[in-house]
């Protein structure tokens, strides 16, 4: 005779029952509503003030505009490239600094790290932009990338320290040198629960970007502000959010979808699943 098990249950949820599950059901569809009016009225403010009229919007039809939009969109993707490069790097250098057997080392690595994760990195592009007088972009990439390297740096030694003691010493009863074992042993494990992390780290330096309009680099919040503000267009500000909003939000989006197709692919990946080193003695190592 077949028997059928029940559903699990766990300490922490219960599965529900029925009568649970009417009220989820009727909670989910009064937030549905909520959500709905909630939407329906911003859309009816926006349109009771005028923010859908056609001279708020054609400027967006000039190629003039659409040139300075996507030359801005450039700039800002551009300067978050140097930044992500150079914020890895940065991290990467401080961690393993931190991270050193060597005293005066790891002293200077954590007063660098906690001092510039202290600074708020407005303050620090504005210093490096108007005391060092160094031109915009330069001085943009620099203030994220001091900040967010510093950042990094924690994340990447939190993860190597998160990795099991076990893995560590079995490395080294195997006669691997330091630089070995952290390279092929403790780093690629540690890279999977880092991830999510440093991608959370890089959408930040992606956002912080804009603050370059404030030292005069044409990125794309400062193409925006020049539209927004301009007399002939009516002011069209709310229509400019309305632009540049969604494609900030879809380029987070694209980073988040990046992590997460990384960590699909670090488990499908047999060398990632063979670096393991078990404690109880030798076991499979990276080729």
């Known amino acids: 005779m077949t028997t059928h098990a ?3 249950a766990t300490a922490l949820y219960d599965i529900p029952g029925p ?10 569809i009064a937030a549905t509503i909520l ?17 859908f009229a056609a001279a708020k919007w054609n400027p967006f039809t000039y190629k003039g505009i ?3 939009l996507l030359r801005g969109l450039g700039n800002t993707l551009k300067a978050f490239g140097y930044a992500a490069v150079l914020s890895l790097a940065l991290g990467a250098v401080l961690a393993v600094g931190r ?23 407005l303050v620090m592009i504005f210093f490096i932009f108007v005391a060092l007088k160094v031109q915009p972009l330069p001085a943009l990439v620099a203030g994220l990338t001091l900040y967010n390297g510093s950042v990094l740096a924690e994340v990447f030694r939190t993860g190597i ?32 629960a880092m991830m999510p992390t440093i991608i959370s780290q890089l959408v930040v330096a992606l956002k912080d970007t804009s603050l370059g309009y404030l030292i005069t680099y044409e990125e794309f919040l400062h193409a925006g502000k020049l539209i927004a503000s301009n007399l002939d267009y009516d002011l069209p500000f709310i229509p400019v959010v309305m632009v540049i909003s969604p494609i900030y939000i879809g380029m987070c989006m694209l980073l988040s979808w990046f992590a997460t197709w990384m960590a699909k692919r670090q488990r499908r990946n047999p060398k990632t699943e063979a670096v393991e080193v078990s ?9």
């Open 6 to 8: 029940a559903p699990a």
């Open 161 to 192: 320290n998160s990795v099991e003691r076990g893995q560590r010493e079995a490395a080294y009863a195997l006669g691997m040198r330091k630089t070995q074992v952290t390279a092929s042993v403790l780093a690629p494990q540690a890279v999977r």
């Open 35 to 51: 959500v709905a009016a909630l939407v329906g009225w911003i859309i009816y403010l926006l349109i009771d003030t005028g923010q």
């Open 66 to 68: 659409q040139e300075l």
């Open 99 to 121: 991270l050193s057997v060597h005293r005066p080392v790891r002293w200077i690595a954590t007063l660098l790290v906690e001092f510039f994760r202290a600074m708020p990195v």
């Open 19 to 28: 009568e649970a599950r009417k009220r989820h059901l009727l909670y989910g």
């Open 279 to 287: 404690p109880a003695g030798p076991g499979p190592l990276l080729p």
